[in-house]
Every structure is written in C-alpha cells, then in structure tokens.
C-alpha cells in the first residue's frame, strides 16, 4: 500500500512540474490585417427578448471568407460588440466557427457571436436595435444588420437553433459580391 501510495504522488508531483502555466496572456492583437467589410453577411433573425435578472443570451449569425474567420477566430480575446447608433457594448462575447461552404473555388465559414450577460449588466441595453459593430481593440471592423432585436416584457428567450440551410443563401450572396 506504501508503495502504490508514493508512486500515486510521484505521478502527481511530476504531472505538475511538467505543466506549462506560461501561456495565460492571448497573442497580441492583429494591427496590420486588412479586413474587408465587404465579405461578411449576417443572418437577419427578428428576436423579441425579455431582460432576465440571471441569464440573458443573444445569439447572431454571419458568414465571411475562410481568411477573414481564421483572423477574427484568433483575436477573439480582442473583439467587442456595440449596439448601432446607441454604443452599447454587449458583455461577455463568444465567437465559434460553425459549418465550411465551398463554393466555386472559394471557401467560406458561418460563424457564431453568442452573447450572455446578467439583467445588472445589460441594464441599460436599447430596447430595439436592428444593427451591431464589432470592433477589434477599439478598431471598428465591420457592421452587420442582424434583424430587429426588441427586448419587451412580454418577450421569449432566442432559442439557439440554425441550420446550415439558413446559411447558403447568404453564402451565395458573398460569392456573388466576391466574384
């Protein structure tokens, strides 16, 4: 027993003078990239929300080309979303690649913004928008119409549905614009 209890420490002791806790701070920030407003389309949903005290969550959908996804994927720890015209900076914002379209020797990819916040701190968060900015390192990149969000009393939460057939009619509009 002496013997299976020394060497159940010896793993763990080894196991965390072997981890490698070095990399707690993102990459720096992208400055030199040029985005291109251009190659990004959003799915337009109409969302009727209701403003929870724990739990709210804004979901919104775009496709840009395969370049400008592995660029916004890698600074997503820079990115922010504000409200159009009002400002507002939405909190606690995740970014996740969806589904890879290829069309016509180009390559695209859906992409996912997930938003979630407490009723304190999407207090003061408009009560209709129909457009967001996402900004990089207080940089605007790109905005993009996402249908009408009203948040009302008599409101529903977004349920976090797409599928892929929501996105190639949007795919198809950037091909076109990129051709």
């Known amino acids: 027993m002496k013997r299976f209890l020394w060497s159940v420490i010896c793993v763990v002791v080894l196991a965390g003078c072997s981890a490698d806790y070095s990399a707690r701070e993102p990459f720096p920030v992208e400055q030199d990239y040029e985005f291109d407003p251009a190659l990004v389309e959003a799915l337009q949903i109409d969302q009727i929300q209701k403003l929870y005290s724990s739990r709210n969550k804004l979901v919104f959908y775009f496709v840009t080309t395969y370049e400008q996804a592995a660029f916004?994927?890698?600074?997503?720890?820079?990115?922010?979303?504000?409200?159009?015209?009002?400002?507002?900076e939405l909190s606690n914002m995740k970014l996740t690649l969806l589904d890879r379209f290829e069309m016509g020797g180009g390559v695209y990819y859906g992409m996912k913004i997930q938003l979630n916040g407490t009723g304190l701190e999407w207090l003061d968060v408009p009560e209709l928008f129909t457009s967001v900015e996402l900004f990089i390192a207080q940089q605007p990149l790109f905005q993009m119409e996402v249908g009408t969000v009203a948040f009302r009393e008599d409101g529903v939460a977004h349920v976090d549905q797409f599928s892929m057939e929501q996105l190639k009619p949007i795919v198809q509009m950037l091909h076109e614009r990129q051709k």
């Open 72 to 88: 916004l994927k890698r600074n997503a720890a820079y990115l922010a979303l504000r409200t159009v015209p009002d400002g507002y």
